[in-house]
């Protein structure tokens, strides 16, 4: 199947860490990457990983990949209240004879002070 | 700075009516997307194009088409619109390949069909 699963909701205190984690089904993905949604806008790339990388850091993010368990996370550190927003992971799908970005449901990040 | 643009932002047709959802991108890409977002779904594929007048079927294509007449240009369209298409769709473009490329976003349509 294609599915790339998420929770669907967090709810973090503003300073500690969140993460954020992805399961995905396609082991040949080359690419995976997370994309990030604020309140009434379209998506935005945060980051990505290619897929023989265990880990990338960058800045308050890091990224881990287990290929074994097919699982993605993303670890936001120190979180701030402009965290708040929605979180896809997504996979490329080689299908058909073509590249397909497949996104997870999206998981609602909720920081409270 | 990269842009897709969506024409509308909200939309409120009814049962039944033919629906174009329209969206421009301004940085010459060859591959666009449409998207419908739902709660708790996420992002479903509806149709993508990778070229001029070429289209492709996604997960849900059903109800839908596409035309790509021009390189920029990707327009949606609900052949007969329903209830159940009531979402927020998006578009998006990329570069190819699509497997290193970033895909950029329009802002969303947010469409009511009643």
């Known amino acids: 199947g294609e599915d790339v699963e998420q929770s669907l909701f967090l709810s973090v205190r503003e300073g500690d860490s969140s993460v954020i984690n992805c399961t995905y089904t396609d082991s040949s993905s080359t690419y995976l990457y997370w994309y990030k949604q604020e309140p009434g806008a379209g998506l935005q790339l945060l980051t990505y990983?290619?897929?023989?990388?265990d880990m990338k850091q960058d800045q308050r993010l890091t990224v881990l990949l287990n290929k074994k368990d097919k699982h993605l996370s993303l670890r936001i550190a120190d979180t701030q209240t402009g965290d708040s927003a929605i979180y896809f992971c997504a996979e490329t799908l080689f299908s058909g004879g073509y590249n397909k970005l497949i996104f997870g449901a999206g998981t609602r990040l909720a920081v409270h002070p | 700075d990269v842009k897709v643009t969506q024409s509308s932002r909200y939309l409120v047709k009814r049962t039944g009516e033919k629906v174009f959802l329209e969206c421009v991108q301004d940085m010459d890409h060859e591959n666009m997307f449409w998207y419908r977002q739902d709660p708790g779904l996420g992002l479903r594929l509806i149709y993508f194009s990778y070229d001029v007048k070429m289209k492709e079927k996604g997960d849900i294509p059903e109800g839908y088409s596409v035309s790509r007449e021009k390189k920029e240009r990707f327009s949606l369209i609900l052949e007969s619109a329903s209830t159940n298409q009531t979402s927020m769709y998006l578009c998006a473009s990329s570069t190819t390949p699509l497997l290193r490329a970033e895909a950029f976003f329009g802002q969303g349509t947010r469409l009511t069909v009643v």
């Open positions: 990983i290619f897929s023989n990388m």
